[in-house]
């Protein structure tokens, strides 16, 4: 009998969850999203900060977002090259 065959009476396994696909990863294809996402908050923050009526406060929070979008398209990358990810 295969070992990889369930006995009479078990269940069968399960694959693991990482080893599926899954429909909410983006995988690669975040990265150039994020990119973009990133380089539009920067350029409405400048808009914020240069601007004399509006709010400096949002702009820098829009470069706050900006920088942590930067940072996840750099996690995803290093993972995606280290082979930690799948895409």
Do not use: C, H
Request: proline share 8%; charged share 25%; hydrophobic share 45%.
């Amino acid at each position: 009998m295969n070992p990889r065959e369930p006995k009479p009476g078990e269940q069968p396994e399960r694959q693991k969850p990482e080893t599926t696909k899954s429909a909410t990863r983006m995988g690669f294809f975040a990265v150039p999203l994020e990119l973009v996402g990133a380089v539009l908050m920067i350029g409405v923050g400048v808009r914020f900060v240069t601007v004399a009526n509006q709010p400096d406060a949002i702009g820098w929070v829009l470069f706050v977002i900006a920088a942590v979008l930067i940072i996840d398209a750099i996690r995803r990358l290093r993972k995606i090259t280290t082979g930690q990810e799948k895409y």
